[in-house]
């Protein structure tokens, strides 16, 4: 049994996506040399609306990529199941780029650090900047967002569900907490 609490609904998703568009262009004083690069499956999603919205205010389109992070990540082994790996899609020059890494909960820092390895292996970036929807604490690795849509504090007993219209017809985020039978 779980209790579900709706943090964030459809129109305050859009306003999150809008504002960290925003702070992405501000930051970066412009989409000179700018990349976007989405993490399967969620932040692919998350980067084609930010990439929409960054056009939309400065009638640049983005490059966009697709980054899988199977094979990097150090947790592979512990699975007993054969992990699905999917191929990673990247049909530009990362070198010397400002990337904009895109995923949608931040939580042990564990895939970032494997997306970090990845990247390097399509290039070496002038700068990789993180963006996700939420940062939900408990990293075990010295990792942060650049941009963050939203900070929850949670606890291990509790899940932080990002909803995408793409996926689960509907946008939002949502607290459950996992509730012992």
Do not use: C, W
Request: charged content about 30%; glycine content about 8%; cysteine-free.
């Amino acid at each position: 049994m779980s209790e579900t609490q709706i943090l964030i609904d459809e129109p305050g998703f859009d306003r999150m996506i809008s504002r960290l568009a925003h702070e992405i262009v501000e930051h970066n004083h412009g989409t000179s040399d700018l990349v976007i690069i989405g993490l399967r499956t969620r932040g692919v999603y998350v980067a084609r609306r930010i990439r929409e919205k960054i056009a939309a205010i400065e009638g640049v389109e983005l490059p966009l990529g697709v980054l899988d992070v199977t094979l990097y990540r150090d947790d592979v082994r512990q699975h007993l199941r054969q992990p699905e790996v999917r191929a990673s899609d990247i049909p530009f020059d990362i070198s010397d780029r400002h990337v904009i890494l895109v995923d949608d909960v931040l939580f042990t820092g564990r895939t970032v650090r494997s997306a970090l390895d990845a990247l390097i292996d399509f290039g070496r970036p002038r700068t990789i900047q993180l963006v996700v929807i939420v940062d939900r604490g408990h990293r075990e690795l010295p990792i942060r967002a650049d941009y963050t849509g939203k900070t929850i504090a949670t606890s291990r007993g509790q899940e932080v569900r990002v909803r995408l219209r793409e996926v689960d017809g509907s946008d939002g985020i949502d607290l459950v907490t996992l509730q012992d039978t």
